[in-house]
């Protein structure tokens, strides 16, 4: 029985397929990150000016930015939801990131303190020990 001959092909063959695929994902991965982020920060939402505020330059391990609309309704990554639905979310914060996870609370400059203190309230029964508040840069009077 005869062996089939096999040609060789002299020199060095890379396939880059593997890489493609990898390059791909990484494009979706972050196409879909910045749509998240860009949605957040979009929501019709009249924030209060503050006077003595300052701009925040570091980031955080963990975040969650919890929109408060005209309404009273609290919005989280898109999606309304009942104040018993954060919970869970403020929870798993704290375990994956510990003192360093933060809540950011965007509220409507309409609305009363009473509909943002029970959310308050929830952040402090988990833990949460960093709050802060979106506001708009304001006037110095």
Do not use: W
Not at 31 to 58: C, I, M, Q, Y
């Amino acid at each position: 029985m005869r062996l089939p001959a096999r040609s060789r092909q002299l020199g060095v063959s890379v396939n880059i397929t593997p890489l493609i695929d990898v390059i791909f994902l990484l494009i979706i991965f972050f196409l879909a990150a910045s749509h998240f982020v860009r949605n957040e920060s979009r929501d019709e939402v009249a924030l209060p000016e503050a006077v003595t505020g300052e701009d925040e330059e570091k980031t955080s391990a963990g975040r969650l930015v919890v929109t408060v609309n005209s309404e009273g309704q609290y919005k989280v990554g898109g999606g309304f939801l009942a104040l018993e639905e954060i919970l869970p979310l403020l929870t798993d914060g704290i375990a994956k990131d510990g003192e360093k996870f933060e809540v950011r609370i965007r509220g409507d400059k309409s609305v009363p303190f009473k509909v943002i203190e029970p959310l308050m309230v929830e952040c402090a029964r988990a833990g949460v020990t960093q709050i802060k508040f979106g506001t708009m840069p304001g006037e110095s009077r």
